[in-house]
């Protein structure tokens, strides 16, 4: 059975009203693109992962950790959204997995041709698990679905923990909101209590886990929460 879903870009915050004589879906072109893109992970039988946060919260890093340790479990690939240089990617691929760097041009978030596109040019067969790196940023890159199965937000102990009402929409479309640099915790006026209270106020389905990439903190869960994803999407093609 098939399950419609609601565009992230058409989820409305609580307290938004709804428009009802707009004619025109300002996102409609994108969401048409990303629907092309959910059927064709779907027929592929790959998840896609959406990762957003803001600029230096540790995507990339974590993205690093992520591929050291899964790779010998899953095959995996990433695309990652820059406005400018390929130095992302070519982190990600000295861990022995493939990326595709999407520059920008300066445009503050990835939309759903610039991944299509990248997917043309990427070897996908056989990957289990693909990853889009977005662009850091946690205001525009939250309007626009890029066909992926779940979209991962990242929070840093360092950014503080007010960010969830600040900037709504990110969290409300994201499934799992990781805390990470957790390993700052004891050097920072941070409250993880807080910061899962407003995300819930926000989203009450969202999940949460702490992490540090360079403690480890954390890891295992977000990997098992990876794999757990992973079966489920193969368990239901």
Known sequence: MQILRVPKSSRNMRGSVACDNTTMHLLQA???????IRK?????????VNITSSAGSGK?????????????????AVMVGDLDT????IRIRETGIEARQIVTGGICHLEAQMVWQAM??????GVELLFIENVGNLVCPASYDLGEDYRVTLLATTEGDDKPKKYPRMFL?????????????????????????DAREVNPDIQTIPISS????????????LLERVAEKQASA
């Open 30 to 36: 994108n969401d048409f693109v990303a629907e092309a």
């Open 40 to 48: 064709e992970m779907r027929e592929r039988n790959i998840l896609l």
């Open 60 to 76: 990339t890093t974590l993205m690093q950790e992520t591929a050291r340790r899964l790779q010998h479990r899953l095959t995996m």
């Open 86 to 89: 390929e130095r992302d990617a």
């Open 120 to 125: 043309q040019v990427m070897q996908l067969n």
């Open 173 to 197: 479309t994201s499934e799992l909101m990781l805390v990470s640099k957790a390993d700052l915790l004891p050097y920072l006026p941070f409250s993880v209590e807080a910061v899962v209270q």
């Open 214 to 225: 360079l403690s480890g903190e954390g890891i295992d869960a977000w990997c098992d929460w």
